[in-house]
């Protein structure tokens, strides 16, 4: 078998605000085609482990590299030129455009790159990004919104929707922060029923989730954070028997 | 709806725009708005107001200083009237780009920041333009006596074209000089092509992203777009709309003068967009014609006629009436203005646009209303 490859390499990062060192000697590899989750109880520093990687946040120290360039000091759209999408924790959309404008916008950035003073033609006419947009808003069982107020949207559809938004981009990584909080229980396995069929098609994942149901049934490698730091890492079989992080995390035995 | 629908929905509208504006003379007569003056001040405020509204209607960002960009407009052409030709195409090119440049230098700083400081930031541009003209640039700017034309000018091409005639010239084309209502109609032709221009900004791939940056700035920075290039792109495009307008202002007068820069103007635009509608093509026009309609009507009242008005009533009533009454015209029109703007952002926050809307939608309930873009969103860009 050949040396799996590394997409994302997080080398030696340490963030700290003011007196909080929010995360400390961070070393984290993800490799192409993985689905890798990063759980932790709640401050564990997840969230600021995801900013640093999107360039959202600069560590203070340390770097972090996709797929030979560094990320630190990048501009988020640089980052996400770079073939990086990211889905928040609160929805990032845009509320007062249509589903399917949500979805062309990011189309467009993909096909024009970060700027492109593109004034004569006009959006209607170019069949392509409609085509691609529409066919991806089908993928996500959301075609017979497309022309709904995308702030009107119920908030499973509204995450859903921005799943769209990243996956259209074809993304090397896609990002995910929480994505299916505040799902119901059937929305949650739709999400998951999604990201397996993403899977699928070779998309490298890192997700930070707290439902266990979600990430046992998606990641092949789970790093289990508490306090800043990387407690354990390995398998779903090896982090679920590791002591360490059922005192830390999950409370006692797996049920 | 389908790429052709858009585009002959959007030649439709222009049409008849087309038809509204050139036909002005006749249906503005029963209003007694049918005079040229004025006629070409709705024509130049209406590109003003265009302008102004690709970047707050599209892009969120309120400036308060687009009276710098007319100003700087105005004064170009008066230069290039006096220095080279009374035609009025030179002027109007030199005007757009000079304003362009001046655009790019503020914009490029104002846009640093967001909301509220970006606001205070135009308006603190255009107040030093507005202070410079007055004082150290009085060369250039003639300072309080305004930028006139006068008998000395060189004026270069004309002198080599033809002998010089006697009097002050005023502005032509192509060697013709206007008269009656044909400065009216140049001006119009230039609203129709702005109009024009701004349609197929607003139905453009970048005419959307600026749409993106006033709906979720963040989400269009992790989507992959560099949003500072486009707001300022957005920006300088509108400085050169407010540079024809200040241009057109100086070939249907050539004169300019700094109270042309002063806030008060730049709030006018502001009042004139909110008024029609945000971030709709035809509401800024709106917006700007009801402006300057009503400063014309009610600024021409006086007490007789107030007093006239309300003949009908008790001798008592009538007195107070009319005092109150007049406190609303004349001088102080502004505060009918400024009443009739409370009463549309408050009850109709979308403008008359929005109004018109809620009418359409109210005769046509079975179809569904479609998204709408263009609402005022009560945040600026963030």
């Known amino acids: 078998m050949a040396i799996p490859n590394v997409v994302l390499h997080v080398a030696d990062v340490h963030k700290r605000f003011g007196g909080l060192h929010a995360l400390a000697d961070i070393d984290l590899q993800i490799e192409e085609g993985q689905t890798h989750a990063i759980i932790g109880p709640n401050g564990a520093g997840k969230s600021t482990l995801l900013n640093v990687c999107i360039g959202k946040l600069a560590p203070t120290s340390g770097t972090v590299v996709f797929d030979g360039q560094v990320l630190t000091g990048k501009k988020p759209y640089e980052i996400n030129q770079l073939g990086i999408a990211r889905v928040f924790q609160t929805p990032e959309i845009f509320a007062d455009l249509s589903v399917l404008q949500n979805v062309m916008i990011p189309a467009l950035a993909k096909r024009?790159?970060?700027?492109?003073?593109?004034?004569?033609?006009?959006?209607?006419?170019?069949?392509?990004?409609?085509?691609?947009?529409?066919?991806?808003?089908?993928?996500?069982?959301?075609l017979n919104r497309r022309d709904m107020l995308a702030g009107s949207l119920s908030r499973g559809d509204k995450r859903r929707m921005e799943l769209?938004?990243?996956?259209?981009?074809?993304?090397?990584?896609?990002?995910?922060?929480?994505?299916?909080?505040?799902?119901?229980?059937?929305?949650?396995?739709?999400?998951?029923?999604?990201?397996?069929?993403?899977?699928?098609?070779?998309?490298?994942k890192v997700i930070i989730e707290h439902d266990m149901h979600v990430v046992f049934s998606l990641a092949d490698k789970i790093s289990v954070l508490a306090q800043g730091r990387i407690i354990a890492d390995g398998t779903p079989d090896e982090v679920r028997g590791n002591p360490k992080v059922q005192e830390a995390y999950l409370g006692g035995p797996q049920q | 709806m389908n790429a052709l629908l858009t585009s002959r929905r959007d030649a439709i509208t222009l049409a008849i725009f087309a038809l509204v504006v050139l036909t002005m003379p006749v249906w503005l007569q029963p209003f007694g708005a049918a005079y040229p003056g004025l006629m070409q001040k709705f024509a130049i405020y209406a590109i003003f107001a265009i302008g102004f509204n690709i970047l707050?209607?599209?892009?969120?960002?309120?400036?308060?200083?687009?009276?710098?960009?007319?100003?700087?407009?105005?004064?170009?052409?008066?230069?290039?009237?006096?220095?080279?030709?009374?035609?009025?195409?030179?002027?109007?090119?030199?005007?757009?780009?000079?304003?362009?440049?001046?655009?790019?230098?503020?914009?490029?700083?104002?846009?640093?920041?967001?909301?509220?400081?970006?606001?205070?930031?135009?308006?603190?541009?255009?107040?030093?333009?507005?202070?410079?003209?007055?004082?150290?640039?009085?060369?250039?700017?003639?300072?309080?006596?305004?930028?006139?034309l006068n008998l000395q000018d060189p004026r270069i091409i004309d002198s080599a074209l033809a002998p010089r005639p006697a009097g002050l010239p005023s502005a032509s084309l192509f060697g013709h000089t206007f008269s009656g209502l044909q400065g009216f109609y140049f001006c119009a032709v230039?609203?129709?092509?702005?109009?024009?221009?701004?349609?197929?900004?607003?139905?453009?791939?970048?005419?959307?992203?600026?749409?993106?940056?006033?709906?979720?700035?963040t989400r269009m920075n992790y989507t992959g777009f560099n949003t500072r290039p486009y707001a300022l792109t957005a920006f300088v495009i509108s400085g050169m709309y407010a540079g024809l307008a200040g241009a057109l202002l100086a070939v249907t007068d050539p004169l300019a003068g700094a109270e042309r820069m002063q806030w008060t103007a730049s709030g006018e635009v502001v009042l004139m967009t909110i008024l029609g509608g945000v971030g709709t093509l035809t509401g800024p026009v709106l917006g700007a014609w009801i402006i300057k309609y009503f400063e014309n009507i009610f600024s021409a009242f006086n007490e007789q006629i107030v007093?006239?008005?309300?003949?009908?009533?008790p001798a008592g009533m009538h007195d107070v009436v009319v005092a109150v009454a007049s406190k609303f015209v004349g001088e102080g029109w502004n505060l009918?203005?400024?009443?009739?703007?409370?009463?549309?952002?408050?009850?109709?926050?979308?403008?008359?646009?929005?109004?018109?809307?809620?009418?359409?939608?109210?005769?046509?309930?079975s179809r569904r209303a479609p998204p709408t873009p263009a609402r005022l969103s009560t945040q600026p860009a963030e």
């Open chain 1, 164 to 204: 769209a938004m990243c996956l259209i981009q074809r993304p090397r990584l896609l990002l995910l922060d929480e994505p299916t909080a505040g799902m119901s229980r059937h929305d949650t396995n739709t999400t998951i029923e999604l990201l397996k069929k993403i899977k699928s098609r070779g998309m490298t």
């Open chain 2, 336 to 365: 009918t203005l400024g009443l009739v703007f409370v009463l549309i952002v408050v009850f109709l926050p979308g403008g008359i646009m929005e109004g018109v809307r809620r009418i359409t939608h109210m005769f046509d309930k």
């Open chain 2, 307 to 313: 007093s006239r008005f309300f003949d009908f009533l």
């Open chain 2, 190 to 217: 230039m609203l129709l092509i702005a109009f024009f221009i701004a349609q197929k900004i607003f139905a453009s791939p970048f005419g959307m992203m600026l749409r993106g940056i006033k709906s979720n700035q």
């Open chain 2, 56 to 148: 707050f209607g599209l892009t969120g960002y309120l400036s308060f200083g687009h009276a710098a960009f007319l100003g700087v407009g105005s004064y170009t052409a008066v230069w290039s009237f006096k220095l080279l030709t009374m035609d009025a195409l030179p002027a109007i090119a030199f005007a757009i780009i000079l304003s362009g440049l001046l655009a790019v230098v503020i914009g490029y700083l104002s846009l640093r920041r967001s909301g509220i400081y970006f606001s205070i930031l135009t308006l603190a541009f255009a107040q030093m333009c507005y202070n410079l003209a007055y004082s150290v640039l009085t060369p250039i700017t003639n300072g309080e006596t305004s930028l006139q």
């Open chain 1, 112 to 142: 024009d790159g970060a700027f492109k003073l593109n004034l004569l033609r006009s959006l209607e006419s170019q069949r392509d990004i409609r085509t691609e947009a529409e066919e991806m808003l089908e993928d996500v069982g959301m």
